[in-house]
Each structure stands twice: as C-alpha cells, then as structure tokens.
C-alpha cells in the first residue's frame, strides 16, 4: 500500500464519521457558507502580487513534524504581506496533523483566496470546505475516477468555489481537462513514494490549455526556479515545507520574493 492509498482509506473512514455528526444541511447554515468566494484567477494574475501560493503545513508523512511552533494567524498573515496570491492550509489531521480549525483561523485574517488542501474523495468535505471559509478546493487526479473529478468539480463550482485539479502525468491531464476545473497544478512529488522532481512541471506546462491557470505543486526552494517556471508559461507556485521549516515563515518568504525579484 502506498501512501496515498493509506491516506484515502482514512479519509473515507474519517468522512463517514463527520457525516454521522454534522449534516450537509447544518454545514449550509454555517455563517461562512453564504460568502461570496474570491477569484484564484483575479489574485494569481494581479501584478501586485507574486503568483505564490504559500502553505501553512505542520507536518507531513514523509517529513514527520515541520514545523509546530508559528500559529496559524501569523504565519499565514505574514504570507499576504509578503505578497502571496493565495494560501493553502492542510486540513487532514492524520497525516498533517491539520484541521478544520486552521481554516476557519486563517480565513479570519485573510483578504485573499484560501485553498482547502485536502484529500477530496466526497461532495461533504467540499461542502465542508465552503462552511469553514475557503474558496478553493483541491482535487487529486491520483486518487479519483474521471467520473468523480467531474462530478465533483461541478458540485464545487455550484456552491461558488473555485477548483484546483492537481495532476502528475500526461494522462491524468488530458482526461481531466474539464470546463469546472479553474487551474491546473502539477506536482512535482510524487504521492505514491514521495520524490520529487521538476521534471513534471517541464515536461506538462505547454500541454496545460491556456485558459487554465497552471500551477507548479512542490519541491520549489529556490527563488531562480520560479523564474525559470515563469519563462516557461506557470503564473502560480504552490509552496510549503520551504517556508515553513523556517523560525518566521512570512519573512522567508518576503526574502524569497526579493530575491525574485531581483
């Protein structure tokens, strides 16, 4: 079993057990469940802004602990203003050691867009995710059918989300190409062993259409690589355990970003 397989098998456990609690009908009265949600789109492409979409990420299954010191609140503040486009904040518990909680957190101090980043296997975590004030979720070519991806992103575009699909091959993208889908990420780990490589983002970019954002996921720590990925036709960068491995996460990456620019 891979660790992606233990991941979904827990979620589906976990899933069953939220619905026993808490209703998709509660979670539609929840006071953030009728907020108009913020364009990924807008953010990503605003020249004010540097395309980055930083992670608040504890711990992760192949790195133990990252990083459990800085609270949600001030890291992910630091992230806006440093000049994040978005920010992704892990909400699994068993394997990130996230939660719902952080969420909700981080959506109190934040202006711009905030990803849910989540292993999404069923329209309640999705509706749970509008509840607790993200507007974006995440899918994972990896771990659902094509009939599941479009399924579910058409349920997440009615309730006003946005959708970022994340691929790791060639046929993950071209049978996911779907009008619900807003960005496309590609990640550069991968979820069965853990390696990374950008050869990913290089080898997928031109095979991305342009009408999608295109996203490079994971494994960028140095700031000439957003540069390469920019010139190569990426507008957004999602990363993590870069930022967060540092005493003060907001200032690594203003650093970043100055570098850059540079």
């Known amino acids: 079993m891979t660790i992606l397989d233990k991941i979904v098998e827990r979620k589906r456990i976990e899933v069953a057990e ?5 209703s998709i ?14 364009s990924l789109k807008e953010s990503v492409l605003d020249p004010q802004r540097t395309g ?10 192949s790195k133990g602990i990252i990083n459990d010191t800085n609270s949600v609140a001030e890291v992910v503040q630091g992230y806006q ?12 518990a068993d394997f990130f050691q996230g939660s719902l909680d952080d969420l909700k957190v981080a959506r109190e ?14 329209k309640y975590q999705i509706t749970e995710a509008k509840a607790y004030g993200a ?5 994972i070519a990896a771990c659902l059918k094509v009939e599941e991806i479009q399924e579910l992103s058409s349920y997440a575009k009615s309730l006003g989300l946005n959708v970022l699909l994340e691929v790791h091959n060639e046929q993950e993208l071209k049978d996911n190409l779907f009008d619900t889908i807003d960005a496309i990420g590609v990640n550069n780990r991968n979820l069965k062993d853990f390696s ?18 295109k996203v490079s996921e994971s494994g960028i720590s140095d700031p000439s ?12 960068f999602l990363i993590g355990e870069n930022f967060m491995k540092s005493t003060d996460p907001g200032k690594a990456l203003a650093k970043f970003v100055e570098e850059i620019l540079k």
Do not use: M
């Open 18 to 22: 939220s619905k026993s609690k808490v």
């Open 25 to 38: 009908e509660e979670l539609s009265q929840y006071p953030l469940f009728d907020r108009t949600c913020y």
């Open 52 to 61: 980055i979409i930083s992670e608040y990420k504890r711990a992760s299954p």
């Open 81 to 92: 203003e440093a000049g994040a486009s978005a920010i992704s904040v892990l909400t699994d």
């Open 109 to 122: 101090v934040l202006t711009i867009p905030l990803l849910r980043k989540e292993f999404i296997i069923d």
């Open 135 to 139: 507007d974006i979720i995440l899918l």
């Open 196 to 213: 990374v490589s950008l050869t990913h983002s290089y080898d997928l970019v031109n095979k991305i259409p342009d009408h999608y954002i």
């Open 225 to 236: 690589t957003i540069r390469e990925l920019k010139n190569i036709g990426y507008q957004s």
